[in-house]
């Protein structure tokens, strides 16, 4: 199954990805962490179900996005912790 | 304006599709309200690379096309109260009533803490499957799969077909029980025959029994895992480990609506008679949160529940065939329970709370979860002690505290807007 594809939008870069990806697919694409946590470790998804909120990214603008539960859409703009 | 339905069903996994399908047999309108963007839930999870299991196909169209469902994708029930249901998605927050209600909420992993268990790359097993039929990169990744159950193997062969590269399944229960299990499948002809497929997929891939991942090695990233069995200790270079220790029930709507749970061990699953009815009026539960016993007595309690919840009693054959299943659920139960090193494995360094950042030995001293998070913010993170707190009772520490609304981190427009009707009056 070929699937679509479409650009997101990713710190700045631009990812052409499959279209019916989640956001957090989208991510370690790029090998990147997801955020930084209290201490300053980073952290990537655990539970990939919406549970743990280990994977909060920013997208469009809105802080505390699930990436495991947010599927890419064309122009999509997401931020990782910096 | 508030939405009126007869039935809500939270959770579209198997036992909540079947809900849905059940009832709107009656007549009755239903709404079917699901967090994740499709219907499935975990077992049936849609994978973007291969679609949906047949099964479970069948089932999605069938519930979600029928004229008496509503169907609400990514939708997050934030509150609940008798007869009304405070839900969030990506355009706000509505109210909906409903005159019975079934809790469909499934299960999550039990995932318990050791070194580098926060460390990007290491996930649950289930999790791994999850991120993976939604596109997370596998192709040449070297996964090691370890924890305990049957989900292992699931897990294995969805990374492999994803183009894994799996190193090892390594399980915690010792051969003897897994073989003990092995050899009680005839009783369960379709489960005897997922195990023959998934033999299949899996040649070649070692699967270890009575062998725990004791420490996961990297600095921002996992590198490697240090696994110990009977042969003695050894360094595997990885770049994924999935582990996870089996299935713990979510039980936080049931909580806050009041419905009595009971002790399973030491975790909590909502309490049903044989009609799936709760301790609390109109209320139903079915499938993973009344009791881990997977996904066909998940879908044969939906059902009962489904036709409870409508009024109209359930055929006899349906609640023979749950009794059956469930009987599944005591066989993993047994073979797969979790030995005494799996709860060593976490040090006094080890973070416990990853939204805080808590440590084991910061929490030496507390004997219950409240105090522990007055003094030292363990479980007041996002995740609401979710991960922490299954992990912390499993760790014999002390079980997780109480639910308290939201149920989920919320927009405060979501609750500004919606106050329930107790609260609004109180409050003018």
Redesign the interface.
Known sequence: MSAARLTIDINGHALEVAEGISVAAAIAILGLPFRRSVGGQWRAPLCGMGVCFECRVRIDGLAQQRACMTIVRAGMQVCTDD | MTERYDIAVVGAGPAGLAAALAAATHGARVALID???HAGG?VWRKD????WPRRAQAAITQALHHPHVTWLA?TQVVHADPHSLLLESAVGAQRIDYAALVLANGA??L?LPFPGW?L?????A??????AK????LQGRRVVIAGSGPLLLAAAATARRHGAHVLGIYEQADAANVQRFARSLWRWPQKAMQAALLRGQLAGIPYRCGSVVRTAHGD??LRAVTVESARGSERLDCDQLAVGYGLVPNTELAQSLGCRLRQQGVHASVEVDAMQRSSVAHIYAAGEQCGIGGRDSAWLEGSIAGHAAAGAPAAASLLRQQRHARAFAQALETHFALQPRVRTLAQPDT?IC????ISLQALDGYSDARSAKLATRCGM???QG??CGAALAELGRFPRSGTRPPLF?ARLASLGDNLSDNHRESSV
Do not use: F, K, M
């Open positions: 967090a994740q963007a975990q973007v690379a291969h679609g990514q999550r992993e995932l926060t990007p790359g290491v996930t649950g289930g999790a791994l499957q999850a991120l939604q596109g997370w990169p921002s990233a973070l990853r939204c805080e950042d993170g996002a995740c979710r991960i981190p």
